[in-house]
């Protein structure tokens, strides 16, 4: 079976910085893409960042580029997403997921989720 956790969520002030991490089991992580996602209370679940199987293409929503950066180390079988100038509207349970073609917009291509974890940006 699959498992994917995610962790490195906390509370952080507005511009500060975090790190998350998501580690798989059950697959053959370097064949693999790896998005992820963030949904904040009462909203739609997001697509924030996805990385390609290699880690050589990366793709952002606009609204988080040029402030997070996905990297993945496939020798530790981790995605990171490293989330820098953090604002309000950031504050989101965060979510890793694998999807079924790589790096798809669309949710329900992605099969396995992993639990999330909570990322708090307050003053």
């Known amino acids: 079976q699959w498992q994917l956790v995610e962790s490195g969520g906390g509370v952080v002030q507005p511009g500060g910085s975090l790190k998350l991490s998501c580690v798989a089991s059950g697959l053959t992580f370097d064949s693999y893409a790896i998005g992820w996602f963030r949904q904040a209370p009462g909203k739609e679940r997001e697509k924030v960042s996805c990385?390609?199987?290699?880690?050589?293409?990366?793709k952002y929503a606009d609204s988080v580029k040029g402030r997070f950066t996905v990297t993945r180390d496939n020798a530790k079988n981790t995605v990171y997403l490293q989330m820098n100038s953090l604002k309000p509207e950031d504050t989101a349970v965060y979510y890793c997921?694998?999807?079924?073609?790589?790096?798809?917009?669309?949710?329900?291509?992605?099969?396995?989720w992993g639990r999330g974890t909570q990322v708090t940006v307050s003053s």
């Open positions: 997921a694998v999807p079924r073609y790589p790096c798809s917009n669309y949710e329900d291509e992605y099969d396995y």
């Open positions: 990385i390609s199987s290699s880690g050589g293409s990366t």
